[in-house]
Nanobody, 124 residues
Framework: QVQLAESGGGLVQAGGSLRLSCEASGRTVERPAMGWFRQAPGKERELVATISWSGDSTYYGDSVKGRFTISRDNTKNTVFLQMNSLKPEDTAVYYC?????????????????WGQGTQVTVSS
């Protein structure tokens, strides 16, 4: 069983930056693509970004393109989400997830392991 632990969330003013981290532990013999999702109160969970196992393929949701960057360090079983130019509408709980596939995938159904989430709050 894979465990995912997010960190780095917090309160930031609009225009600021945060860097989220997600460390995988446990049975990490798989080679999963990783994704970041977010869910705001009253809204559905949405994909923020995903990255393939090799790191050479990434995908971003339209609302974060050009502002967020996903990366990974497989030697440390860790994936990162650098968030710049944050907006109040970025406020949400951010979840890290591990896919059952190595290629970057966008649908939540393809992700079989999820973290507990970390709160990101952007004040105006």
């Amino acid at each position: 069983q894979v465990q995912l632990a997010e960190s780095g969330g917090g309160l930031v003013q609009a225009g600021g930056s945060l860097r989220l981290s997600c460390e995988a532990s446990g049975r990490t013999v798989e080679r999963p693509a990783m994704g970041w999702f977010r869910q705001a109160p009253g809204k559905e969970r949405e994909l923020v970004a995903t990255i393939s196992w090799s790191g050479d393929s990434t995908y971003y949701g339209d609302s974060v393109k050009g502002r967020f960057t996903i990366s990974r360090d497989n030697t440390k079983n860790t994936v990162f989400l650098q968030m710049n130019s944050l907006k109040p509408e970025d406020t949400a709980v951010y979840y890290c997830a591990a896919s059952r596939y190595s290629l970057a995938t966008t649908a939540p159904a393809y992700y079989e392991h999820w973290g507990q989430g970390t709160q990101v709050t952007v004040s105006s």
